[in-house]
């Protein structure tokens, strides 16, 4: 092998090297983004953006659209609901355009939620519908138990609780026969509350209970927290409020720690009607007011990024009509120039018409001259060569004359000679 061709793999080679290297990483990073997301959504962020950066650097479409996913996750349980939705929409977008059917699967299911939690059923079910139908043409079994889940959900907020039922127990059906414990966790979670709904508290408890034992042995954060919050909500509707304050009570405390602000913050209003209800008047302040405080710092959080958005809106808007301005007073200035430049060439037009005429008349009246002046001239020949020849008559009339009296003396002379 040459020298240049030996240089040539070994450059090769350590690129490859590089780039398998960094996609590692990047695939590290998201990994650890991932655990972290239902136990620290601030770190989380941390290492998704990482991640993300890492991914634009390499041109790694599939890492770049799993950030933006992860990233919108996390968004979403810390509140930024309109910074989730942009990730989101940035993932599907590049999903749909590499076709990352997994990472579609699970934005179907994200963005779906995201909607259900908007109160808009109509873009759920659609999201939750798709999702359903693309894990079935994916012979995906898993996501279609999940997506029966969804769809279950949003049947649930329409108060069709007969369909939403039946779509939950047809999903905890295809867990069992996959041994998918953490989808069965779901499913329980999810038929309990409809149970609920319906007035079955004896059969929600029942899911509940076995969806508890399934999440503490998952390990899982924050399921844990929704699913003892939930077990303390049917609690409370039986108004068995000393059952559901401890269930309640370790909520808050997961919910807190992981900052789910949402959870947080119902959660507590929860504890604080406990309280109330066994007259534990100065517990139930105290927690409304931790719950009220939790609820001003969301919104001032929220207010501070509305407003910064609105003011970015606006220097946008102002810097996007000073430029129309300038536009309009660019476009006014060239209509202008452009009826100075037709009114000059005009100015020039008459005036080179009226130089023309000008030198025409000139140029006529010096021909007119000329041949005046060659008339005049002709006239005077003609006149001298009309004396010339006058004068030649005169003078030939005068020898005639002159020979006409010589006859005659001589004819007188003869006649007097006769007669002698």
């Given amino acids: 092998m040459c020298r240049k061709c030996y240089l040539l793999v070994i450059s090769l080679f350590c690129t490859f090297y590089t780039w398998g290297q960094e996609n590692t990483q990047t695939a590290g990073l998201l990994k650890k983004a991932g655990a972290l997301a239902s136990a620290n959504y601030d770190s989380a962020l941390v290492l998704t953006g990482k991640a993300i950066e890492l991914s634009q650097k390499q041109n790694d479409a599939h890492g770049l659209a799993e950030g933006y996913k992860l990233k919108g996750y996390c968004l979403y349980f810390k509140g930024n609901y309109p910074g989730s939705l942009e990730f989101y929409q940035k993932a599907e977008k590049l999903a749909e355009e590499k076709g990352f059917s997994d990472i579609l699967l699970s934005l179907h299911n994200l963005v779906g939620t995201f909607y259900k939690k908007q109160n808009r059923p109509k873009e759920a079910l659609k999201e939750f519908k798709a999702g359903e139908n693309l894990a079935a043409k994916l012979n995906d079994a898993v996501n279609v138990a999940n997506f029966k889940n969804d769809v279950g959900l949003v049947y649930e907020i329409e108060e069709k609780l007969p369909d939403a039922i039946k779509c939950f127990k047809e999903a905890l059906a295809i867990f069992k026969e996959h041994g998918n414990k953490d989808g069965m966790s779901y499913s329980l979670d999810y038929l309990g509350e409809a149970y609920a709904n319906e007035g079955n508290f004896k059969e929600a408890l029942a899911c509940m209970l076995q969806c508890l034992d399934l999440r503490k042995s998952a390990g899982e954060q924050a399921p844990l927290a929704i699913n003892l919050n939930n077990i303390g909500e049917i609690h409370i509707l039986q108004k068995n409020y ?39 008047y100065k517990d139930a302040y105290d927690v409304f007011e931790r719950g009220a405080q939790i609820k001003d710092s969301i919104y001032n959080e929220k207010n501070a990024r509305l407003i910064n958005e609105m003011e970015a809106r606006y220097q946008n808007e102002k810097k996007e009509l000073q430029i129309e301005n300038l ?33 025409f008349v000139i140029r006529s009246n010096r021909r007119i001259r000329r041949a005046h002046e060659i008339i005049s001239r002709q006239k005077h020949l003609v006149e001298e060569k009309q004396k010339e020849i006058l004068d030649s008559i005169y003078y030939a009339r005068r ?14 002379h003869l006649t007097r000679l006769q007669k002698r």
Avoid: F, M
């Fill in 399 to 412: 020898i005639q004359r002159s020979l006409l009296t010589a006859e005659r003396y001589i004819d007188k």
């Fill in 327 to 359: 536009n309009r007073q660019n476009e006014l200035k060239e209509e202008k120039l452009s009826k100075q430049k037709i009114t000059l060439v005009a100015v020039l037009l008459v005036a080179l018409l009226c130089a023309g005429g000008v030198i």
């Fill in 242 to 280: 000393g059952a559901a304050l401890p269930y309640l009570q370790e909520s808050e405390k997961i919910s807190a720690r992981l900052k789910y602000s949402d959870l947080h913050t119902h959660t507590l209003g929860l504890i604080a009607k406990c309280y109330y209800q066994a007259s534990n």
